[in-house]
């Protein structure tokens, strides 16, 4: 039924009382006349002021409906990234439970992590999303799970028990050990004369804090020389693996500050163990330290059972570890993490046929980034030439990613080659070729391989999505995930938890969003304190189940944006397919 305007209501009202009273009038004494008279005026009156009110109140309404569609103005702070600390990003994830120290309770476990109800479910989104991609939405990808522990002879075979193996210093003094190559020293010398005075002695870090600590160091250096003050040449810093004996003697350990480092040594990294009830040198074995040799060794397996021809890939997600000399940044480098690798075999060939392949994962594995969230002005490109180049390898770029320590990388892509299918041939002594139909002929399989550590990307993603805000005068901080990957999608808010009508309806609607995503509860205090709770996690979308829910026809919820803070209202049997087009891109 169409609305009639308060104008033309007012009308038919006036009219209506007017003649009413005609006919009062013809019938009444003659003695009553004016006060019929008066009481119709006053009726009249009446229906005036309560037309007016409700104009006034119809007005109101569309107004506070247009405010609500629209959302409070939102005030992006555009430094908010450049100003983060690597601090505020462990804080931030141990208060929210996305990731917490192992073994807390006994003072932690240097090198190891738990992720907690929110971090596992991110961990689980990613995870998902990776394998959506590369896995079940390409046909030319079979996936595998493979074990934690080879036959031994798995890493004799690939190198890795002979040349696994980073750079390692040690201080005499505190018994402290540290990666070469992540220690960085530079001579003090004075700028008048070229006169050096000592060394300092820094872990990597950006630029801008290295030379902090470096200056900080310097100071010492020139009071201790008694040249206080005095100016100095810029900092020419190297690795302590491009250092000599002679310098050795004069830099300053991180840990005693005195010149108590050992020369650099090599350490392997593949944790050991013992399988079966003896614990000789016969039931030696190793935890993986990456999840490629398990791919490469069921390569006949996997190509046989699936069919699959060249060119093909073969994925896995699974723990790697490795025994880090000085874990560090958090989850970027720590002893246990998670890998997603495929490993993409090709037919043999120089440039011409490996390149392609090797452009086309470059191109893949960047949208793939981009599209679970990743900030594109974050990332970089770092081409390996030269000796950054493993021995086997026929090229490697990495996508690098700025984290609030550095430019670090983030994933590499490499051309393989046949270096690992060909060890393997040769230290188990079965054939792993693949005979090509069109070629009629047999040959080992080259391969791309693009990998991508799980704990890196969560990192990553969590410092894209760090954001802040003024919204209606007041900051707001939160994470805005990509829905893809945001650990809650969905926060169902009654308006009142006290009145059961506006709970049962708010209960239903969230029991069938619970079916299809993780979606949380929240019916405690005000409601703009439950949107910002939903804010600091991620969540991309508040549902607030109200009185014109259950009261008006069409039962519509206010469904508001996290990120515009824009509110629509939608009638509940639309709620679903709104959501899925948002969250699942379909």
């Not at 000592?198 to 030379?211: A, I, K, L, N, R």
């Not at 990743?374 to 950054?388: A, F, I, N, P, T």
Request: hydrophobic share 35%; net charge negative.
């Amino acid at each position: 039924m169409p609305r009639v305007p308060p104008s033309a209501l007012l009308l038919l009202t006036a009219s209506a009382l007017s003649t009413d009273t005609m006919f009062a009038a013809a019938f009444a004494p003659r003695s009553a006349a004016p006060s019929l008279a008066r009481n119709a005026a006053s009726r009249v009156a009446s229906t005036i002021r309560m037309s007016t009110a409700e104009a006034e109140s119809s007005a109101e309404e569309k107004k506070e409906e247009k405010e609500e569609a629209k959302g409070p103005a939102v005030e992006p702070v555009p430094d908010a990234y450049e100003k983060l600390k690597m601090d505020d990003v462990v804080s931030l994830c141990k208060r929210r439970g996305i990731i917490f120290p192992s073994s807390e309770i006994y003072n932690g476990f240097a090198g190891f992590y738990d992720y907690g109800p929110l971090g596992s479910e991110l961990k689980r989104n990613v995870k998902d999303a990776w394998w959506r991609n590369f896995v079940q939405g390409r046909e030319d990808v079979v996936g595998l799970d493979s074990s934690i522990i080879h036959n031994p002879t798995t890493w004799k075979s690939s190198g890795h028990l002979d040349g696994f193996s980073d750079p390692m210093v040690d201080c005499k003094e505190t018994k402290l050990r540290y990666r070469a190559d992540q220690l960085f020293c530079a001579p003090v010398n004075l700028a008048e004369d070229g006169t050096n005075l000592g060394y300092v002695c820094v872990h990597e870090s950006t630029d801008e804090q290295m030379m902090k600590d470096a200056k900080k160091m310097a100071k010492k250096v020139l009071k201790e020389a008694d040249k206080k003050g005095e100016k100095i040449e810029p900092f020419l810093f190297k690795d302590l693996t491009e250092v000599d004996e002679d310098v050795m003697t004069q830099v300053p350990s991180p840990g005693s500050g005195k010149p108590t480092l050992t020369m650099p040594r090599d350490f392997n990294l593949m944790f050991q163990t013992n399988v079966g009830a003896m614990s000789d040198a016969s039931s030696v074995a190793y935890l993986r330290p990456e999840t490629a040799q398990g791919i490469f060794i069921n390569f006949k397996n996997a190509q046989g059972t699936s069919r699959a021809k060249v060119p093909f890939g073969i994925a896995q997600i699974g723990k790697a570890f490795r025994n880090e000399i000085t874990p560090r940044n958090f989850i970027f480098r720590s002893r246990e993490f998670e890998q997603m690798e495929v490993e993409y075999f090709i037919p043999p060939g120089g440039e011409e046929v490996w390149k392609p392949y090797h452009e086309k994962w470059l191109e893949d594995s960047k949208n793939f980034l981009v599209s679970v969230g990743l900030r594109d002005d974050l990332m970089g490109w770092d081409v390996h030439e030269g000796d950054s180049l493993a021995h086997y390898a026929l090229a490697c770029t990495d996508v690098t990613f700025r984290f609030p320590f550095g430019e670090q990388e983030l994933m590499g892509i490499a051309a393989r080659g046949d270096f690992d299918l060909t060890q393997h041939s040769e230290g188990s002594g079965k054939a792993l070729d693949y005979y090509c139909d069109q070629a009629k002929e047999k040959y080992i399989p080259h391969c791309i391989e693009p990998s991508l550590g799980v704990d890196r990307l969560v990192l990553a993603l969590i410092c894209s999505a760090y954001a802040e805000d003024i919204v209606d005068g007041e900051k707001r901080s939160y994470l805005k995930f990509h829905p893809s990957v945001a650990p809650v999608k969905v926060s169902v808010l009654p308006l009142l938890k006290n009145k059961p009508a506006l709970v049962s309806v708010a209960r239903e609607l969230f029991e069938k969003l619970q079916r299809r995503w993780n979606v949380q509860w929240d019916a405690s205090g005000a409601i703009g304190r439950r949107y910002r709770r939903a804010d600091e996690v991620g969540t991309p979308f508040c549902i607030t189940v109200d009185f014109d829910t259950i009261e008006k026809e069409g039962k519509t919820v206010t469904i508001r944006d996290r990120d515009t803070t824009e509110q629509i209202r939608l009638p509940m049997d639309e709620v679903i397919p709104y959501l899925s087009e948002k969250i699942d891109g379909y």
